[in-house]
């Protein structure tokens, strides 16, 4: 199992989930005013439809996993046959569909998801990609990939994204990602401790690792959670580094593979 560092409790794991249907809802009200789901995103090749086609179709894998965990192994020999193109193919199906058939099918995927992964003890163990996950784990993630495509959507229709603290999940796993980061640059991994100090949306501070570590990064949650997530180059950030190391996982830096 992915060992993440990431326990909740069922209030806790409540608590993230409400942030997981609030930051669908935010989406879903931009897309469901956008005229025209045909314009590009930042992503090469992806319209805004692409985008939603990406997000339901990453929520119905989570819900197979969840239901039919015997069934996800079809759902890997796909993947892996596709050779790394499989989100490029689920994207264009989807959006080769009627922009009110994708809503639809959005729409009650990313419910029934929240539904499953709220009756789901944080800790129970079910397939995913590489490894066991837990609900504990893929409410984050999911957040993380909703905001992150969506951010793609916000950008597309030139709208500014306002950040809430729903950031903390989204912040956290790409903490989490360090060692990710250095691994998929081919770079060893530092064994330095490293401090990351943000500030939220609303003025809180948020700070992981501790407080005397050498290597540190500085700056605001959005800027962090853009760059863990690509969505942003470093040099369009306000982030600091102190330390060659933690200069160097900014430059690298990724949440997910």
Do not use: K
Not at 90 to 119: I, K, N, V, Y
Not at 234 to 242: F, S
Request: charged fraction near 20%; include cysteine; charge should be negative.
């Amino acid at each position: 199992m992915l060992d993440y560092g990431f326990d909740m409790s069922e209030v806790e794991l409540d608590l993230a989930r409400t942030d997981l249907i609030a930051e669908g809802e935010t989406l879903d009200a931009l897309v469901s005013a956008a005229p025209d789901w045909s314009a590009p995103t930042p992503a090469t090749g992806w319209t805004i439809a692409h985008q939603i086609a990406h997000l339901a179709a990453a929520d119905a894998n989570v819900l197979t996993a969840l239901r039919t965990p015997e069934s996800f192994d079809d759902v890997l020999r796909q993947t892996e046959a596709a050779g790394g193109r499989q989100a490029d193919l689920d994207a264009a199906a989807g959006a080769a569909q009627p922009r009110s058939t994708l809503l639809r099918q959005w729409r009650t995927g990313r419910h029934e998801l929240a539904t499953a992964l709220g009756d789901l003890p944080p800790d129970r163990p079910f397939p995913w990609f590489g490894s066991d996950v837990t609900a504990a784990l893929m409410v984050p993630l999911r957040l993380l990939e909703t905001w992150a495509h969506g951010q793609d959507v916000f950008d597309a229709l030139g709208v500014a994204h306002p950040p809430t603290n729903r950031l903390r999940y989204v912040a956290f796993l790409g903490v989490l990602g360090r060692e990710l980061s250095f691994y998929a640059a081919g770079s060893p991994t530092p064994t330095d401790s490293f401090r990351v100090e943000l500030t939220g949306p609303d003025g809180d501070e948020w700070a992981w690792g501790p407080a005397d570590a050498a290597q540190r990064i500085r700056g605001t949650a959005v800027d962090f959670c853009l760059r863990a997530t690509q969505r942003r180059p470093l040099a369009e950030t306000g982030l600091t580094a102190v330390g060659p190391d933690a200069q160097r996982w900014l430059e690298i830096a990724r949440a997910f593979l």
